[in-house]
């Protein structure tokens, strides 16, 4: 009986390289005793001869399956644990993964735009290490490297934004934020801002708006604001850094200093748009009323105050996201879950001037 034929192995790459098996060995499993420079030149040709590398759950388990997922986000463990929107996204995946008697690993990665060199790194060693069966990946754009880690590996991947080289469960988040838009435009609102999770440090004005430097579901909201408004409207994002309400709160502060003043302000989430409805309040102004305030997701604490905002079945999208890596009978690739926007007493027409009461501290002082 024929051997059955293997793909390229560590030989392989150290011949390739001109190092020994326990150099590329290394690369791999003791990354800080090699030299970046080194590690990059084994990479490149691993990835050149197509090999992806020890499988962790292979060496592990006879039968190559760990019984665990990945899920990848960029945001910090401990703000997974208390942000409305990730809280109902794992407790979906959970659901599915109890289902399927699956574990599940949090995997949060440092993010490119504010992270050093070494800690995206890192990033990338842990999913190069981890011993998952595949992942879910929500929140990342398309070039961080530990993306291009799982592609290596061939783990099974669902993303929550569009790709076509792969499955993903999605809302149309540009869709989202156009119907938005129309709905200010309707009500006569011409200067709109955009409170917008972002790498930025919060109050600062994003001149690029379509860039990375925005949140990968924010800056396709932004795209759909500005859509929904047509040429009629001027609109305005400001950062609010990494989706806090902390942060909201001072971009909104920002805000209310801009002469002329916007008439809306639109949080690319629920917890900014709340933020936002906090920080009018604290300066004395009446949302709806003399500024229509918005956001997106529609978490439990947004129809209790009464904010406008486009839903998404969160927890759902966590679910289908789950069981496309662990049912073998769902075939689909793509699947679009419903938005829709739901409008409530934050939004009102359009005013034509806004009071004194909001002139700035410096006017005030003149």
Not at 48 to 69: F, H, K, N, T
Not at 100 to 115: I, K, N
Not at 307 to 330: F, H, N, S, Y
């Amino acid at each position: 009986m024929a051997a059955t034929a293997k793909g390229p192995g560590l030989k392989t790459v150290a011949r390739a390289v001109g190092v020994s098996v326990a150099t590329v060995s290394n690369a791999y499993n003791k990354p800080d005793h090699l030299s970046a420079e080194l590690r990059e030149r084994i990479f490149a040709a691993a990835r050149e001869l197509r090999y992806a590398g020890p499988d962790p759950a292979a060496r592990s388990l006879r039968g190559g399956r760990s019984g665990s997922i990945g899920v990848l986000s960029t945001v910090q463990l401990s703000y997974a644990f208390t942000d409305p929107y990730c809280t109902e996204y794992l407790a979906g995946v959970a659901d599915m993964a109890e289902r399927y008697q699956t574990s599940v690993l949090l995997m949060p990665l440092a993010p490119r735009a504010v992270s050093s060199d070494e800690e995206v790194r890192q990033s990338v060693v842990a999913v190069r290490n981890a011993v998952i069966d595949g992942v879910v990946i929500d929140g990342i754009d398309d070039g961080h490297p530990a993306l291009r880690v799982v592609d290596e590996r061939r783990l099974p991947r669902v993303r929550s934004t569009n790709d076509p080289a792969g499955r993903c469960v999605l809302i149309d988040d540009r869709a989202a934020g156009e119907s938005l838009g129309r709905h200010l435009a309707s009500l006569g609102h011409r200067n709109v801002a955009v409170v917008a999770a972002s790498v930025h440090a919060p109050g600062q004005v994003c001149v690029g708006a379509d860039d990375s430097e925005l949140y990968p579901y924010a800056r396709l909201r932004v795209a759909g604001l500005r859509d929904g408004l047509g040429a009629g409207g001027q609109l305005t994002v400001v950062a609010a850094g990494p989706n806090r309400p902390e942060d909201g709160q001072a971009a909104a502060a920002e805000i209310l200093r801009w002469r002329p003043p916007a008439s809306a302000i639109v949080g690319t989430s629920d917890v900014l748009g709340l933020a936002v409805l906090a920080a009018l309040r604290e300066h004395g102004v009446h949302p709806g009323a003399e500024v229509s305030v918005a956001g997106f997701d529609d978490i439990p604490a947004a129809a209790a105050a009464g904010l406008t905002t486009v839903q998404q079945p969160i927890r759902e999208k966590g679910r289908l996201m789950a069981r496309m890596l662990l049912d073998p009978a769902m075939t689909q690739r793509r699947v679009v879950l419903p938005a829709r926007l739901v409008t409530r007493t934050s939004t009102a027409p359009a005013q034509p001037a806004i009071p004194a009461t909001l002139t700035s501290d410096n006017e005030k002082e003149q």
